[in-house]
C-alpha cells in the first residue's frame, strides 16, 4: 500500500486486488524516473464505489503530493491515461468504511521528454542546457542567447548552450512562500536586428523549487509560437562525516571505523547549498547491524528530536548548513561485528521557527503530516569494536 517507486515502468493495483480492498485504506505511490523522462500512467481496470468518487477513488498528482496540481480523480467506468510534466508523478489510492469491491490496476511507464531545452537544479547552481538544433530551427545563433544579466557568459559547445547559474548570483531572484523557496532566472533569445525585427523573442524562464528537500526544477519558454515546459524532480545533497575530536577539524575516513566501548563518535551532518538561507536539523538517528533494516534491531539515539540516549549532545556549529553532534559507542556494539547509522535530515528555512528545525522534540502522536514534514535518510558507517590488531588501521 503505497511507497517511492523509481523503477522506469511497473503495475500499481489496490490492496488485495483482484480481490476485493480493504476498508479506511489510504495508499500514496510516488512515481521518481529518471531526469528528462515523463510518468505516463494507464488504468487498466477499475471498479470501485461509484457516483461522484466522494468515498473510494484514486487521484493523480502531477508532481509531489503535497504541492501539485490534481490531474483527475477516478472510481469507475473509463480507463483514462494521464502523462506528468516532470519526472514525477504521485497516485493515491482512498477507501472509506462502508462498502468495498475489486479495486483497480494500473500501469505506469517512462517516456522521454522534449530535448530542445533541459534543465537541472544541482546544490550550487541551476545548470540549463538549450540544443543548438532547436535555435537553428527557430532562426537563431548561438550569439543570441544571454542571460538576464549579461555579464554571466555560456559555454558553448559544437551542439549546445550551457548556463551555469549560481543560486546567489547572476540576477537570480529568491522568493518564499508558505512551504517552498523559489529561484528564478531568466535567459533571453533575441533577434539582431538594429532597426526591425522579424522573429519573437524567446524568453525561457528558469525556476528551481525546493519543497524541504526536494527540488522540483522548471523551464518555460515565453513569448514564442511553441511553449517548451521542462519539469525536473531532485534531491537534496547531503552527508555526515566522522571526525576524530570536538574540534571538527580531521574527519575519519576509515572503513569500518574502528572504535573502543564508550569512545566518544562526533559527527557533522553538511547540506550542500549555495543557498546561505537554509538551515539543518537531525531529526532521528538509529544505529543497525543491518545497512538495510533499521527496524527489525536498532537502537535509538535520538528519535523525532527527541534524545534517547543520555550520551548524545549537540555543538555549536558556525554555519547553518552544518549540524554537529556526539554520542558514546555502546553495549549494542559488542554483540555485532559491525554496526551502521541511519540519520533523518531535514532542511528549513532560516529563520522560520515555524518550521520543524524550530520545534525540537515532537511525540510521534504529535506530530504533523503537512508537505513540511518531509526528510532525507543518510546512512553511515560501519562501525567496527577495535580487537587485537585493529589499532594500527585506525589513523583516527
Known sequence: CGGSISNSSGILQSPF????????????????????????????????????????????????????????????GSFPTYISSSNMMTVRFHSDSR?????????????????????????????????????????????????????????????????????????????ENNDTINYSNMIKITSSGYIIKRKKNIHLHISCKMLQNTWMQIMYVAEDTVDVNENQFGRYDMNI???????????????????????????????????PNLIMFVD?????????????????????????????????????????????????????PLVYLQCELVVCRLGDYSSRCYRGCINRFKRDTSSAEEKMNVVVGPLQLRGAGAQSRNTG
Not at 494507464?42 to 490531474?71: K, N, W
Not at 562526533?266 to 550542500?272: G, I, K, P, S, V
Open 17 to 76: 486486488y483482484p480481490g476485493s480492498y480493504p476498508n479506511n485504506a489510504d495508499c500514496v505511490w510516488e512515481i521518481q524516473v529518471e531526469n528528462n523522462f515523463r510518468v505516463m500512467l494507464t488504468f487498466r481496470d477499475i471498479a470501485m464505489q461509484s457516483g461522484r468518487c466522494q468515498y473510494d477513488y484514486v487521484e493523480v498528482y502531477d508532481g509531489p503530493p503535497h504541492s501539485s496540481p490534481l490531474l483527475g480523480r477516478v472510481c469507475s
Open 241 to 275: 562525516t566522522f571526525y576524530d575530536s570536538s574540534s571538527f577539524l580531521r574527519q575519519v575516513h576509515d572503513s569500518p571505523y574502528y572504535i573502543d566501548l564508550n569512545q566518544n563518535l562526533y559527527l557533522q551532518a553538511y547540506l550542500h547549498s549555495s543557498d
Open 99 to 175: 462498502y468495498t469491491f475489486r479495486g483497480f490496476q494500473a500501469r505506469y511507464s517512462s517516456i522521454p521528454a522534449d530535448h530542445n531545452t533541459t534543465l537541472l537544479c544541482l546544490p550550487d547552481y541551476m545548470h540549463a542546457v538549450i540544443s543548438r538544433d532547436y535555435l537553428q530551427s527557430q532562426g537563431y545563433s548561438a550569439q543570441a542567447v544571454t542571460l538576464n544579466d549579461d555579464h554571466c557568459k555560456p559555454t558553448v559547445t559544437s551542439h549546445e548552450v550551457i548556463f551555469n547559474i549560481p543560486y546567489n548570483g547572476c540576477g537570480t531572484i529568491r522568493e
Open 284 to 336: 532521528t538517528c538509529v544505529a543497525s547491524p543491518d545497512p538495510h533494516d533499521f527496524n527489525t534491531l536498532a537502537y535509538d539515539i535520538i528519535k523525532n528530536g527527541c534524545v534517547r540516549d543520555s550520551s548524545y549532545a549537540t555543538y555549536y556549529s558556525p554555519y547553518s548548513h552544518f549540524a554537529r553532534f556526539k554520542f558514546n559507542a555502546f553495549g549494542f556494539i559488542s554483540r555485532h
